[in-house]
């Protein structure tokens, strides 16, 4: 009875800390829904999107909604690779330059430096990156944005390549560590040669005091003080062992990280890009509105998809590429679907003896499918962002950074980024907002991927119960009871989170 009562004490125990990790992650990732509400209210205010709306005419719906989807996933998935660069050069320099007799992985200032790097990283990068298409569609038009996408997709192999070389370089400069570490294996050699050195002239100065019959105290003293000094080297040379073996390990997996992310940005969005290029050049030959796009569209989707999930070879950017262009042809059909719900909703209206006049019904059209293209595509790149911080949440928690460091770290450093975007709204304007907040999803995605990874890690299932329960409770108080988008973006980031493409 004594034992049972013992175990129910710790189960609950669990679930009382797992409900408690989960509430963490799930209130930062509430927190962000009124702030991305708020921002994709204003861009699909009837002044921001006159651009957009000007142009559906020229592309078609199909067209509108592909470009739109694959701009914004491209973007989602290039700021948050800008910042695990730079958590990664943090992460590198930070261990070079660390005493080799310290720990990494208890370290807090490594992944405390590397975090605040990349989530900041992320957010300022996706702020540039909004505020760039903000620019170019108001300057140039979705035509604009179009060349800017096809040119962006063709430069980034060849700048991954550029990239390894410059990492490569850069670890070879970066060896500040290794030489602190071959310092103390040669101090620690010369130690030990001395120390060889003293024992064997006491070995034979005690030969010469037995064969003159003198006092053995001061040589038993002796040894054992020898006896101490060895054990202490030999215990300096296995700390610095350990410390080397932990340096390179740690290395290897920023190593590991940092080039599977690099080839994801550089070929995960090609199959997205080629399918709105495609769909919008076929728009803007006048066939936006003919049936021939969509079954372009179908084909090519499958002909890529087919191509990919073939390989014998499977990547990770290779499947995020597909659910790239599957997001992305999603975004499409939905786009399409606003604007014939515009001609159904008028066809009704006519048989009840509402007549509309053309020049009203073609520009609701235009709204609707506008309107879909851009809420619908900066939805898919929160789900990106989101999809892609929990997959390095978890891959954190499974590298043992420590669970609780991991999610109250990523949710405290989303909350003060999260203010900081509120204090520079006017400054940041649409674009840069909406970027900047789609970077504090990613770091929110950072905290929930470690709740969901934290949640299978329990001895018990009360553990696990009580962080998923902690997770869904929170995000829905702070989300304001935002069941449906909260509901698929939970999912979402499990899924991420029990990736591991590392």
């Known amino acids: 009875m004594k034992r049972s009562k013992l175990r129910s004490k710790s ?30 209210s204003a861009m699909t205010a009837s002044g921001p999107l006159q651009p957009v709306m000007e142009e559906v005419q020229v592309m078609g719906p199909l067209g509108l909604g592909s470009l739109m989807g694959a701009t914004a996933l491209t973007t989602a998935m290039t700021s948050v690779i800008a910042g695990v660069i730079l958590a990664a050069v943090v992460a590198s320099v930070f261990v070079a330059m660390r005493s080799c007799s310290t720990s990494y992985t208890n370290s807090a200032g490594l992944w405390v430096s590397a975090g605040f790097a990349g989530i900041l990283g992320t957010t300022l990068s996706g702020a540039t990156f909004g505020k760039a298409i903000e620019w170019i569609v108001n300057t140039y038009g979705m035509v604009g944005l179009l060349w800017a996408l096809g040119l962006f997709t063709v430069l980034k192999p060849p700048l991954n390549v550029l990239f390894h070389l410059l990492w490569s370089q850069g670890e070879v400069c970066c060896t500040l560590g290794s030489e602190v570490m071959s310092r103390e294996r040669e101090d620690i050699a010369i130690t030990e040669w001395q120390q060889r050195e003293r024992v064997a002239l006491q070995i ?16 038993k003293k002796r040894w054992i003080s020898e006896k101490r000094e060895r ?46 290029i495609v769909t919008s050049v076929l728009g803007l030959f006048g ?8 079954i372009v569209l179908v084909a090519l989707v ?91 949440g978890g891959a954190l928690v499974r590298r043992a950074a420590g669970e609780v460091k991991v999610i109250v770290g990523a949710a405290l450093v989303a909350g003060i980024l999260l203010a900081g975007t509120e204090v520079l709204a006017a400054v940041l304007g649409d674009g ?30 009360a553990g696990t119960v009580g962080t998923v329960g902690g997770l869904i409770l929170g995000a829905l108080v702070m989300g304001k009871w935002h069941t449906v988008n909260i509901g698929l973006q939970v999912p979402v980031a499990f899924v991420f989170a029990m990736s591991n493409p590392f």
């Not at 100065?205 to 001061?218: A, C």
């Not at 789609?438 to 991927?449: E, F, K, M, Q």
Request: negative net charge; hydrophobic residues 50%.
């Open 11 to 40: 189960e609950l125990m669990e679930a009382a800390l797992g409900f408690g990790l989960g509430a963490v992650g799930g209130c930062i990732l509430g927190a962000t829904e009124d702030p991305v509400d708020r921002i994709v």
């Open 204 to 219: 034979e100065e005690r030969i010469l005091s037995v064969e003159k019959e003198g006092d053995t105290m001061d040589d």
């Open 231 to 276: 054990e202490k080297i030999e215990r300096r040379k296995m700390e610095n062992e350990d410390a080397e073996m932990e340096q390179r390990t740690i290395h290897d997996w920023i190593n590991t990280v940092l080039v599977k992310h690099v080839d994801f940005l550089a070929f995960s969005g090609i199959p997205m890009a080629i399918v709105s």
């Open 287 to 294: 066939y936006g509105s003919h049936q021939v796009v969509f």
């Open 302 to 392: 499958g002909l890529i998809a087919f191509l990919l999930l073939q390989s014998s070879d499977f990547k990770f950017w290779m499947l995020l590429g597909c659910i790239g262009m599957f997001a992305t042809f999603i975004i499409a059909m939905l786009t399409l679907h606003a604007e014939q719900m515009v001609v159904i909703s008028a066809n009704k209206m006519r048989t009840v003896g509402h007549n509309q006049s053309k020049e009203l019904i073609a520009a609701q059209m235009n709204f609707q499918s506008s309107l879909e293209a851009v809420s619908t595509a900066f939805f898919g790149a929160k789900l990106c962002q989101l999809g892609l911080g929990a997959t390095v």
């Open 432 to 461: 840069g907002m909406a970027g900047a907040l789609l970077g504090v999803v990613g770091a929110a995605g950072v905290s929930v991927g470690a709740t969901a990874a934290a949640a299978t890690r329990w001895s018990s299932w």
